[in-house]
């Protein structure tokens, strides 16, 4: 009998656990004829947004998935009634909201009630405006203006042809690369740019910045965290980098033409590697400051670095393979 017992017993916690980690499912699919030049607009609680683009596509293809960690399709139909979901189109725009269907939440509620994901594919052209409460963004290789804000969660964009401005309170930022300006600000989490074709403005109160290639003007502010930036050469822009609480790290070119103007902490150090023509107009290297003039000198990089040291990095000329063989052949 106590066998029989013990059995119903580990019987009972199994039957607990496959409750524990049930979910049930909802997918909801909407497509959209939309003309060239289409946008897209998103304003969502939480979950994931992202952002496909499908070659040649002339449509917008809306596929959400919501979830829930629920028993039955009862208790999610209980859920759903927490959320208003509307899609809609107006000419060659597509709107999509999630909200909340009352304004203030009890306590003991469970919110978010669902999680909802959002595949969205569209058309290669296309500009995109995504607001969300708590939910992370995903946006693919595109051509058109990003505009990406989120309270919590990340965001990240592939290579895109155009613009980019992406705010967040709690989350990252990670942006591939942008032909147009870049305009970038977080609150807590880290910044990372490829490559940014235009200028680029990256401000944090507390991760990492990174820009790895810049060929138009920079400004980057970050407050407890230290950045780094490379140059592309020839450097046309003027580029301000002040930090606090960490170091600064550069990197160009040896070809290239710039004025530095380095400040880093009273117990920090200013210090030059790699080929780098460089000569001394003030300050010391070794010291917390430096003047300076790359080559022939050029566009002016400033860098106040408070709390932290300054690397300057130069590095040879990566070679023209296809300039380089013509040379040779002739």
Request: aromatic share 6%; glycine share 10%; charged share 15%.
């Amino acid at each position: 009998m106590s066998r029989f017992i013990t059995s119903l017993f580990v019987f009972g916690l199994a039957m607990q656990a496959v409750s524990a980690f049930a979910m049930v499912e909802r997918r909801i699919e909407r497509t959209f004829d939309v003309p060239l030049g289409a946008e897209l607009r998103v304003n969502t609680v939480s979950g994931l947004v992202n952002v496909i683009a499908v070659p040649f596509a002339k449509t917008i293809e809306v596929s959400v998935i919501q979830t829930a960690p629920v028993d039955t399709e009862a208790q999610m139909d209980k859920r759903l009634r927490a959320i208003v979901l509307d899609m809609k189109q107006d000419g060659g725009v597509v709107s999509i909201k999630a909200k909340s269907r009352w304004p203030i939440i009890p306590f003991w509620v469970t919110s978010p009630p669902v999680t909802l994901t959002y595949v969205i594919k569209v058309p290669p052209r296309c500009d995109v405006t995504v607001t969300t409460s708590d939910a992370n963004i995903e946006i693919g290789e595109l051509r058109g203006r990003m505009t990406l804000n989120n309270e919590k969660g990340n965001i990240f964009t592939a290579a895109i042809d155009g613009p980019v401005t992406a705010k967040t309170r709690g989350g990252s930022i990670a942006i591939t690369a942008a032909t147009g300006p870049i305009s970038a600000h977080t609150a807590l989490g880290e910044i990372t740019v490829g490559r940014s074709g235009s200028s680029a403005l990256l401000v944090t109160k507390g991760g990492y910045i990174e820009l790895q290639r810049a060929s138009g003007a920079v400004t980057v502010k970050s407050n407890g965290s230290g950045a780094a930036v490379g140059f592309v050469t020839p450097i046309q822009f003027p580029a301000t980098i002040s930090t606090s609480g960490g170091d600064v790290a550069l990197s160009l070119d040896s070809d290239s033409n710039a004025n530095l103007d380095l400040k880093a902490s009273v117990f920090g150090e200013i210090t030059l590697k790699g080929p780098l023509p460089f000569k001394v107009t003030g300050g010391s290297v070794g010291s917390s400051s430096l003047k300076g003039m790359v080559n022939q000198g050029g566009s002016p990089i400033t860098v106040d670095a408070s709390g932290g040291s300054i690397e300057v990095q130069g590095f040879a000329p990566i070679l023209d393979p296809i300039k380089t063989t013509a040379a040779t052949t002739h």
